[in-house]
């Protein structure tokens, strides 16, 4: 129950975002306009700060950031596989892969605070940030030979990306923040996960999925079951143990990222089914995902 509880003030906060975006009488302009905020000014201020303040131990961030990339790419194989059920063109196949192993970071720094304070918003946005650009890599490469797309382009001005960048190299190189900066960033920081966690709501879809049903309920097993199993069973051989496996498990076990509906829209893919799987996957990961922090509290 306690786990339960956990959870239950972010996929609160969805919900509501849902409700508000069917109900609230707001025009239709100003959710992309919530959305664009959050992840070009909002978020990247929340790594920033959490990675320019962060103390860094290469030796015990390094296994989590394999263990996480391991995790991401046995999801892209075995979403691959699905394959043959999924019953869709190349470019549709290609555009519901990503959610295989795309991640909500959104929700992830949420539940990340909530299990280990500022600690733990530090781990999991590093792990996100490092692996952005791994999932973009992927994400794109996919997609590039059916529609357009400049990889590099798209990676060197995605915010996040930069903001992981710049909050790394700041700790890196000995900075310290000037208290009225500091401040700004956290009153930033503060309003980025409560608004971030209502634009996915507002942007949770229910249309038909397109292709064969079984294909759909195949990727959503792979982000919510499979990609965080892999991830518990890696996460020991590497000796993770406390923050570091508990961040690394619950990064795997995220839904997909809202991101992934506007690369496929952006390159000409399936955004319909991509944005139904990112609907099922942030609704499941209700029950996935308390059912992980469970394992995770077992040992």
Excluded at 2 to 24: K, V, W
Aim: net charge positive; glycine share 12%.
């Amino acid at each position: 129950m306690h786990t339960l509880l956990l959870l239950l003030p972010d996929f609160a906060l969805i919900l509501l975002g849902a409700a508000l975006h069917r109900a609230a009488g707001l025009p239709e302009s100003f959710w992309p306009g919530l959305e664009k905020l959050v992840y070009f000014v909002l978020f990247p201020a929340l790594l920033f700060l959490a990675l320019a303040r962060v103390e860094l131990d290469v030796a015990e961030t390094l296994p989590m950031f394999v263990v996480g990339l391991l995790s991401m790419a046995a999801a892209f194989l075995l979403g691959l596989a699905g394959r043959p059920v999924m019953g869709l063109s190349p470019m549709g196949f290609a555009s519901r892969l990503q959610c295989a192993f795309r991640f909500n970071t959104y929700i992830g720094i949420a539940i990340a605070g909530k299990l280990h304070g500022a600690a733990g918003i530090a781990a999991m946005g590093a792990l996100c940030g490092v692996m952005v650009p791994f999932a973009n890599i992927a994400a794109v490469s996919l997609m590039a030979r059916h529609g357009q797309g400049r990889l590099v382009a798209e990676l060197s001005r995605n915010p996040l990306v930069l903001a992981t960048l710049a909050g790394l190299a700041f700790n890196l190189a000995g900075g310290t923040l000037a208290v009225p900066l500091q401040q700004l960033l956290q009153r930033l920081a503060d309003a980025s996960v409560a608004l971030g966690l209502l634009a996915v709501g507002a942007a949770l879809r229910w249309s038909g999925t397109g292709g064969r049903l079984a294909g759909s309920l195949w990727i959503a097993t792979v982000k919510l079951l499979l990609m965080p199993m892999v991830a518990w069973l890696l996460a020991p051989r590497l000796g993770l143990q406390g923050l570091e496996r508990d961040i690394v498990v619950m990064f795997a076990a995220l839904p997909s990222a809202s991101s992934a509906y506007i690369l496929a829209m952006r390159m000409g893919g399936d955004g319909k089914g991509v944005a139904w799987l990112i609907s099922a996957t942030t609704l499941g990961a209700v029950l996935s995902m308390w059912a992980w922090l469970a394992a995770l509290a077992r040992g």
